[in-house]
């Protein structure tokens, strides 16, 4: 069929806002491989002194990560902070009620922050909300923040690390209001005890920016009046309110709508910073409440519910005395080509809305419905999602751009006639550089665009050139990479002619791509 025509026009007053370096952050929970045999494996043959694969930070370096969100997760909402400091060989093995499986505590926030800095990533940390509260969080803000001269901080300090932390970002808990959460709550009750905490942080450092739970899922029965209920409460001392949302391809109604994935995140989006906007009005606020959306991507959790319901019919109601599992492979998902697209489209959904998205989480990031996977004793890969993320944390700098797209259409059954194509822009007026992200999501017809960049702020048309331009795109949009071919789906050079500040190509089916350019 011969290719319809797209065309992306970009104005000076399509600028949405400055483009966020933690907006390219990504999520290291204790679950599965992501820290033993992920990030941690002290008998591998790349391992540093600390236990850490060298192979995997090499690899997080490449993908560009800012900001890495820790130690969860379902996980941190039955977890004591204190049982990862200090000697290994002293510290506890507990049970792990999220994951149901047994945790040794080699790694903990003495041991992240050393890979965090060899990683050049800042750490985001999350305080347990569901067994704990107020005084634990209390606590490990002095031990990680505070300067020498106090018990908690010389305790930090007796463990090799001299100097504070100065860990800025700090989650109050995760999902809470989820029923499988440890600990859950109620609006109400979760409201008043983020209000306790946030504002009790506050006092210790009036700078830190501080996480609110919102809704684990645009589908829970309280999305919407649970993010209104917790912000109207404690607007005061909240800086963001966390999104979380997960998509696969299975879960959608059709492949078609699945491509358009990225639909469902604009509405979150808006719901979320609405509610953000009644809380700051409702106060007569100073401050705007930002989004966090510190877990996204593709999961393809109907694998993980089938292994949960397993488990729990295995289990039935007698008690049992068999120990848990250390590091079991769970949610080891592995991406084709269709999700690289998907990933693609979402980042640029939360490029587009970078003025409210101030902070982002791609979840997770090794081994566990992750970008990078990491084979014991053996190789660490790259999945197919990881070159998107890739190329929009390392080169996406300055102002973002949404923008007019006049596109063919697609149908879909969740949200209507949607646009085939989608696009976002970034420029660096410093630098004069720019970065063309966009995707053909239509699931099976090609389409040309033709981009004009002229309207960017200070662009020279005769200056202008490409640097380099690649496309994700596969003929079979279920073909994976795996650690035997870990190369099958790769971006490849795609085709592009300039003239007049305009960029023309054509994008097939199913497809992302990339465009360095500069004027």
């Known amino acids: 069929m011969t290719p319809t025509t797209g065309r992306i026009t970009v104005q000076a007053d399509d600028a949405v806002a400055d483009i966020p370096p933690r907006i390219f952050g990504s999520f290291v929970e204790h679950l599965g491989r992501c820290v033993y045999g992920g990030i941690y494996e002290p008998g591998h043959p790349t391992a540093d002194e600390n236990g850490f694969r060298q192979d995997v930070i090499d690899l997080v370096r490449e993908l560009g990560v800012t900001c890495v969100r820790y130690p969860g997760g379902n996980f941190v909402s039955a977890y004591n902070w204190e049982d990862g400091i200090g000697p290994r060989e002293l510290r506890p093995v507990r049970r792990d009620l999220a994951w149901h499986s047994t945790e040794t505590n080699e790694v903990g926030i003495d041991d992240f922050y050393r890979w965090s800095r060899k990683a050049g990533t800042e750490i985001i940390l999350a305080v347990n909300m569901g067994t704990r509260g107020l005084k634990a969080a209390l606590e490990e803000l002095e031990y990680v923040n505070g300067a020498p001269g106090t018990e908690l901080a010389d305790r ?3 463990n090799g690390i001299a100097e504070p932390m100065d860990i800025k970002m700090w989650c109050i808990g995760n999902e809470m209001d989820g029923p499988w959460q440890v600990g859950h709550m109620s609006p109400d009750e979760y409201a008043a005890a983020v209000d306790r905490v946030a504002h009790a942080m506050k006092l210790a450092e009036s700078g830190l920016e501080l996480v609110a739970c919102g809704s684990s ?5 309280t999305f919407g009046s649970w993010e209104r209920n917790v912000l109207t409460k404690a607007y005061d001392n909240l800086d963001f309110i966390s999104c979380h949302a997960y998509y696969y391809e299975r879960g959608a109604k059709s492949l078609q709508d699945y491509l358009a994935s990225a639909q469902d995140m604009q509405r979150f989006i808006a719901t979320v910073a609405e509610c953000a906007d009644e809380a700051k009005a409702a106060h007569h606020g100073d401050h705007d409440i930002a989004l966090s ?32 599992p250390k590091a079991p492979h769970l949610l080891e998902d592995i991406y084709n080509a269709a999700d690289a697209v998907v990933e ?12 409210r998205v101030r902070s982002a989480s791609r979840a997770q990031l090794v081994n566990v419905i992750a970008p990078i996977m990491a084979e014991e004793n053996g190789p660490a890969w790259r999945q197919t999602v990881f070159y998107p993320f890739a190329e929009a944390a390392r080169h996406a700098r300055g102002t973002a751009y949404s923008p007019t797209i006049d596109s063919p259409e697609v149908g879909t059954e969740s949200f209507g006639p949607t646009s085939a194509l989608d696009s976002v822009i970034t420029w660096d007026d410093d630098s004069r550089t720019g970065l063309l992200l966009m995707v053909n999501r239509d699931a099976v017809d090609a389409h040309d665009v033709v981009i004009s960049l002229a309207g960017l702020p200070g662009f020279d048309i005769a200056a202008c050139g490409v640097d380099k331009a690649i496309m994700l795109h596969d003929d079979d949009p279920h073909r994976r990479n795996t650690a035997y071919d870990p190369t099958a789906v790769v971006p490849r050079s795609l085709t592009v002619t300039v003239a007049d500040g305009t960029i023309s190509s054509t994008l097939p089916a199913i497809s992302w791509a990339a465009v360095e350019f500069h004027a």
């Not at 899922?217 to 029965?221: D, E, L, N, R, Y």
């Not at 959306?293 to 005395?321: I, M, P, T």
């Not at 693609?344 to 003025?355: E, N, P, R, V, W």
């Open 217 to 221: 899922s645009a589908h829970m029965p």
């Open 344 to 355: 693609g489209s979402l980042m640029i959904m939360l490029l587009k809305h970078c003025d």
């Open 293 to 324: 959306f510190d877990e996204w991507g593709a999961w393809y959790s109907d694998v993980w519910n089938r292994q949960e319901a397993e488990w729990k019919a295995q289990s039935g109601k007698n008690l049992h005395h068999e120990s848990w």
């Open 156 to 158: 930090r300090v007796g």
